[in-house]
């Protein structure tokens, strides 16, 4: 009897196995191609729209902040820091272009180091390494 239990459990396994039909890909819309949540379920697309909303809400704060930083240099070189500092012609450009091309060269080793280790050890060494610099003239 037992042997006859042992072969009807893998004969209801193997029918089991043999009834199962894998689905077919979702075949992808136009729309997935430009924004990628549309192909997923409602609760994931519902969280990626809050994490974006939140990304970029501080990602244009902190845009709109840089570029009033860079505003009152600008309104600050006109008021007399032109001549606190001696800076001649197109000294102030040069300064900002300078500024600019690191910042843009800068962005890419620092995200590809950023993504192999932790931020809470690269921007404080970032910070450090800025200050030490500063300190050092």
């Known amino acids: ?8 459990e893998s004969a209801s396994i193997d029918a089991g196995t043999q009834n199962y039909i894998p689905k077919e890909p979702k075949k992808k819309r136009f729309v997935s191609y430009l924004w990628d949540t549309f192909d997923k379920p409602p609760e994931e697309r ?11 809400s501080f990602a244009s704060i902190g845009y709109f902040v840089k570029s009033i930083d860079q505003y009152n240099i600008n309104n600050a070189f006109v008021s007399g820091m032109k ?8 000294q102030l ?16 080793p620092s995200n590809i180091i950023l993504s192999r280790t932790r931020p809470r050890y690269w921007i404080p060494t970032l910070e450090w ?9």
């Open 93 to 108: 450009n040069y300064i900002q272009a300078a500024w600019t091309i690191g910042y843009m060269v800068g962005q890419v």
């Open 129 to 137: 390494a800025s200050g030490s610099d500063v300190d050092s003239e």
């Open 83 to 90: 001549e606190d500092l001696d800076l001649y012609k197109n």
């Open 1 to 8: 009897m037992a042997e006859k239990r042992d072969s009807d």
């Open 46 to 56: 519902r969280l990626l729209s809050k994490l974006d909303a939140a990304i970029i």
